[in-house]
C-alpha cells in the first residue's frame, strides 16, 4: 500500500501564490505518473497537471501559464507549484500516483488538501 500525504493548503487572495506538496511513502519512481486533481462543492473531481516518470507534464487549459507541477524521486515528493491564483481556483486539492501491474494500473490518492482563493 502507498500513502500520498499533501500539504501546503490555506487561504489566498487572488493573485497570491501557493505550493502544494505531496510526501509518498515509498520511492515514486516506480510510478508510470504522478498528479494533482481538485474537486471544488458541488462538482466532479479534474485533472489540474500529470506528470510521467519521464518527466512530460500535461496541464488543464484552465492552469496552463499558472500552475506548474514537479517531481524530486530523492526526496519522493510531488509538488505543484501555483501562481496567480483566482477564486475559482478553490477546490480540494488531491495528489494521485498511478502505477502499473503488467496490463493492471494501480491509483492511490492523498486525503486531499483545501485552497481558498478569496477575491
Known amino acids: 500500500q502507498v500513502q500520498l500525504v499533501e500539504s501546503g493548503g490555506g487561504l489566498v487572495q487572488a493573485g497570491g501564490s501557493l505550493r502544494l506538496s505531496c510526501a509518498a511513502s515509498?520511492?515514486?519512481?516506480?510510478?508510470?505518473?504522478m498528479g494533482w486533481y481538485r474537486q471544488a462543492p458541488g462538482k466532479q473531481r479534474e485533472l489540474v497537471a500529470t506528470?510521467?516518470?519521464?518527466?512530460?507534464?500535461n496541464y488543464a487549459d484552465s492552469v496552463k501559464g499558472r500552475f506548474t507541477i514537479s517531481r524530486d524521486n530523492a526526496k519522493n515528493t510531488l509538488s505543484l507549484q501555483m501562481n496567480s491564483l483566482k477564486p475559482e481556483d478553490t477546490a480540494v486539492y488531491y495528489c494521485?500516483?498511478?502505477?502499473?501491474?503488467?496490463?493492471?494500473?494501480?491509483?492511490?490518492w492523498g486525503q486531499g488538501t483545501q485552497v481558498t482563493v478569496s477575491a
Open positions: 494521485n500516483a498511478n502505477q502499473a501491474f503488467g496490463i493492471r494500473t494501480i491509483d492511490y
Open positions: 515509498r520511492r515514486i519512481f516506480s510510478f508510470n505518473a
Open positions: 506528470i510521467t516518470s519521464g518527466g512530460s507534464t
